[in-house]
């Protein structure tokens, strides 16, 4: 198993363009979770999936936001519309239980 | 409402010197603590974790961690501090709520090493 993988690892964008990125979590993790780093600062929870289902959405995630996880493999989030307070390190985690999450190496986003 | 304090925003070290980095939580149960660790521009590595039983916990690298009930703290610690341990570590509490199994972070402490 190769771990969490995040696709892209940066991106750069034009403020208004939409941006999706991709996560493929540990083949047999069920939970998947998307957490957003600003400079200086720890994660902040996004989302959560259990298998597809997703489970819970933090305020933090506006309407411009959308995540899936379809069939419960790979997982993808969409912004539209993006905003320069958007820049950020966009990070995949994925887990079995409660043990410890593991990591992506996250996806860089840069508005400008 | 959960929270994690990391009082300290850097620390600078020699080589070889010992280390502590700090943690404070507020959580109404028994906690779900780790530590992470974070090289620039990557993700994070989990160092250890504390879920119950022994309260000082051993992880990778040759880190250590206490959790202190009474003081609502789990400090890491590391003897020998290694030219490669600088980077940014962070302190997490799990939380349960709503059926959802989630970390709360703090803000991190960036660790420089003097060589």
């Known amino acids: 198993d190769t771990g969490v993988s995040q696709d892209p690892r940066h991106k750069i964008t034009k403020r208004g363009q939409n941006v999706t990125f991709r996560c493929d979590p540990i083949s047999e993790h069920n939970r998947l979770y998307w957490y957003r780093q600003t400079l200086g600062q720890g994660p902040e929870f996004l989302t959560y999936f259990q298998n597809e289902a997703q489970l819970e959405k933090s305020r933090l995630l506006s309407d411009r936001f959308s995540a899936e996880r379809p069939k419960g493999s790979f997982s993808t989030l969409e912004i539209q519309r993006t905003e320069q307070g958007d820049s950020a390190m966009y990070l995949c985690?994925?887990?079995?239980?409660?043990?410890?999450?593991?990591f992506g190496s996250g996806t860089r986003l840069t508005v400008v | 409402a959960q929270s994690v304090t990391q009082p300290d925003i850097h620390i600078t070290v020699s080589e070889g010197a010992s280390l502590e980095l700090r943690c404070n939580y507020s959580?109404?149960?028994?906690?779900?603590l780790f530590w992470y660790v974070q090289s620039p521009g990557q993700g994070l590595q989990l160092l250890l974790k504390y879920f119950s039983g022994d309260t000082l916990v051993q992880g990778i690298k040759g880190f250590e961690a206490e959790f202190k009930r009474s003081q609502s703290s789990f400090n890491l610690r590391k003897p020998s501090v290694h030219w490669s341990d600088a980077a940014e570590y962070f302190c997490a509490v799990g939380t349960a709520t709503s059926g959802t199994y989630k970390y709360i972070f703090g803000t991190g402490t960036r660790l420089k090493v003097l060589a």
């Open positions: 985690a994925s887990s079995s239980d409660e043990s410890g999450y593991t």
């Open positions: 959580y109404g149960a028994t906690p779900y």
